[in-house]
């Protein structure tokens, strides 16, 4: 459980994401994965949850993004991780990641910063293998303009 | 056959009340009309009471009209709402969007009101002003608000306004027998998007764009029923669009939804537009509330709420918000398509593009592929503005026909 294998894990998570490639993610993720992405909002002074997904929720998710009508400007995420508590006993690490989410408009090629927060994830060493096991997505920014159907 | 630049421009062949002109949604001109004959005339929802609940409480809010306005709870427990501008220098007095305040006391000089808009505090009153001006003279512009409707809390900027009853008519009756329990708000976002606000409106008026969600296709569209859902259209510009019992299981990774709403069949969704930017969207589990606030010809705002009971166990309330996200979250599944259709539609209006029409020309017995809904919102748009949705300028000559 060295932190350049969580470092790893996380950024893979990044990678992976960006390129649509969900079953790989989904992969790295445990079987009891939960998503959730959350923020505050200071207009009605409270805590909100705006996903909230099990592995199979995650699942269905991606397999529906094809069907809908998106923004198909891609995005990147960019994480850097600031804080690594391992627990030996429980063999999980809660990480703390700092991330940046870009958006690349589809026509034209200009990047615009489209949120900021953080990721809080907890990753559950089984085998001697990192698996995700939880991932909040804690959202500084609320304004997501037309939204996107992809989490972050 | 594609048409000529000619032909683009001819009027369509539809009755004068079947299409309006593009420029309605770009025009600087008509937009400061709008907010002075539109929005500084007719009620609007502020906010909603469960986010003011306890005395001093207030929120802010952006009126559409353009005025900034201060909505708070006083110590009578009486919401009231004033102007969000200092009387001294014109200064903002709340910065934060909410918060609880004994006094509204502005930064820049730190000039003192109460809840009730009275100035209790001007610094060094007797050596600026002597015996010429005083705190009596200083109170905050009140305006006109209401509560009501599911608890939401309403303001007019026009003193000589309706009472609410009166602008909502008969409007909200499918409505009324689900709301009038205490319900609170658990969702706030808002969306900016380069478009006019009444665009969003249009999309709120008709089901037609559900070609544009997969969702909707699979699901409402293929019960039957779907096509007998009726738009009705009420005075001042409102419109009810026909209720319907969904059937979630059509839909893969959905569910019928399990706590449904007192009252509500299981799976029933009413949905009634407000003249002249607000709709309320009650679906299976969720009371979902849109407010515009336009900010330009070709910009908008657009406050989302989602709401459930005040009585709401956490479970309950977790199933709510999980509904509401699935759906209307900014990463939900059908409220990303609706603006990137309203998107598109700004993309393609702005001014220079040559866009000339936008046909409501559907008749289907004013059922809910009919756009007789947005019909019946821009003859009061028409008749508030003074100008003709179809010929705003008046450059044309309707024939007799038409």
């Given amino acids: 459980m060295d932190r350049t294998t969580i470092q790893d894990m996380v950024y893979q998570t990044c990678l992976l994401l960006d390129d649509k490639n969900f079953d790989a993610f989904l992969d790295l993720c445990d079987e009891g994965f939960r998503y959730s992405i959350t923020t505050h909002s200071p207009e009605i002074r409270k805590d909100m949850i705006w996903l909230d997904h099990d592995k199979k929720g995650m699942q269905n998710l991606f397999t529906q993004l094809p069907r809908h009508n998106s ?10 991780v600031y804080k690594v508590d391992v627990d030996e006993g429980r063999k999980e690490a809660d990480v703390v990641s700092a991330l940046q989410v870009y958006k690349t408009d589809l026509d034209g090629g200009a990047t615009a910063l489209f949120a900021v927060g953080k990721y809080v994830d907890t990753i559950r060493f089984e085998g001697g293998k990192p698996k995700l096991a939880k991932r909040v997505v804690k959202l500084d920014t609320r304004m997501l303009g037309i939204g996107y159907h992809i989490p972050f | 056959m594609s048409k000529t630049a000619a032909q683009w421009h001819e009027t369509p062949k539809f009755p004068s009340s079947h299409y309006v002109d593009s420029r309605i949604y770009t025009d600087q001109q008509l937009f400061e009309e709008e907010r002075q004959r539109i929005f500084n005339k007719t009620w609007y929802i502020a906010c909603h009471e469960s986010e003011i609940p306890n005395a001093f409480d207030y929120r802010t809010f952006q009126h559409p009209g353009g005025t900034p306005l201060i909505i708070v709870r006083g110590e009578d427990m009486k919401v009231r709402a004033f102007y969000n501008i200092c009387p001294h220098r014109g200064n903002t007095l709340l910065y934060d969007p909410s918060g609880n305040a004994k006094r509204i006391t502005c930064i820049f000089h730190a000039w003192s009101f109460d809840t009730q808009g009275n100035c209790t505090d001007i610094s060094r009153e007797e050596q600026g002003y002597q015996k010429r001006f005083c705190k009596a003279d200083a109170g905050l512009r009140e305006v006109k608000s209401e509560t009501g409707y599911g608890g939401f809390i309403w303001v007019n900027v026009d003193d000589n306004c309706v009472p609410l009853k009166t602008f909502i008519g008969d409007a909200m009756g499918e409505l009324d027998p689900y709301i009038g329990m205490p319900l609170e708000v658990f969702h706030y976002h808002r969306a900016i998007v380069d478009t006019n606000f009444k665009l969003w409106h249009d999309t709120n008026s008709e089901f037609y764009h559900d070609y544009m969600h997969y969702f909707n296709r699979v699901t409402g569209m293929m019960q039957l029923g779907y096509f007998d859902r009726k738009c009705v259209g009420y005075d001042n510009g409102h419109v009810l669009v026909g209720s319907m019992e969904i059937k979630y299981d059509a ?5 019928e939804r399990g706590i449904g709403w007192p009252g509500l069949a299981q799976g029933g969704w009413i949905l009634i537009d407000l003249f002249p930017g607000m709709t309320y969207n009650l679906r299976t589990s969720v009371l979902r509330m849109d407010t515009m606030i336009p900010l330009s ?18 479970a309950e309330r977790a199933q709510r918000i999980f509904d509401h996200n699935t759906i209307w979250g900014p990463f939900g599944r059908n409220l990303h398509e609706d603006l990137l259709g309203v998107h598109g539609q700004g993309r393609a209006m702005r001014p220079g593009t040559d866009s000339r029409w936008v046909l409501q020309g559907r008749e289907e017995n004013s059922t809910i592929h009919d756009e007789v809904g947005m019909r019946h919102y821009y003859a009061e748009w028409s008749r508030l503005m003074g100008r003709k949705a179809f010929d705003p300028y008046g450059e044309r000559r309707v024939s007799a026909a038409a």
């Fill in chain 2, 297 to 314: 010809p070709n910009k908008v705002m657009i406050e989302y709420r989602g709401l459930g009971l005040k009585s709401d166990t956490p």
């Fill in chain 2, 251 to 255: 839909y893969a990774g959905s569910k």
């Fill in chain 1, 71 to 80: 923004d198909h400007s891609p995005i990147t995420r960019h994480a850097i």
